[in-house]
């Protein structure tokens, strides 16, 4: 007798694996043009309060296809393993990235005033 939550758990999860590689695989597509500008702008001069808002922006950035390739593998590779709820967690890794940006972004000239920052 087929176990039917299960067989509705695992096309789930594969839907929402499938779903997220696409979109994460779009926003790399992206990422090198984005990449791109956003050297172009840390190339230019900043203001001293905005300095480490930038580099943390900057590194942020050059990070994000990392978060994503290990997102999209381990997402995979728990699904081959039969682990059909862990995908759901690990595929919203990159997330943080976009969370992380935002914060940056919004705190600005804030972040100038954090000794460890510097």
Do not use: C
Request: glycine letters at 6%; hydrophobic letters at 55%.
């Amino acid at each position: 007798m087929p176990n039917i939550d299960l067989d509705r758990s695992k096309e789930r999860s594969f839907l929402y694996i499938l779903i997220f590689t696409l979109l994460y695989g779009l926003t790399l597509l992206l990422w090198p043009l984005i990449a791109f500008a956003m050297g172009m702008s840390l190339a230019a001069p900043t203001p001293p309060e905005y300095e480490v808002a930038s580099r943390l922006e900057g590194t942020l950035l050059m990070t994000y296809p990392i978060g994503v390739i290990a997102a999209i593998i381990s997402g995979w590779a728990s699904y081959h393993a039969k682990r059909y709820i862990f995908p759901y967690w690990i595929m919203q890794l990159p997330l943080l990235w976009f969370a992380a940006w935002i914060l940056v972004s919004y705190l600005g000239t804030a972040l100038s005033e954090v000794p460890f920052l510097r």
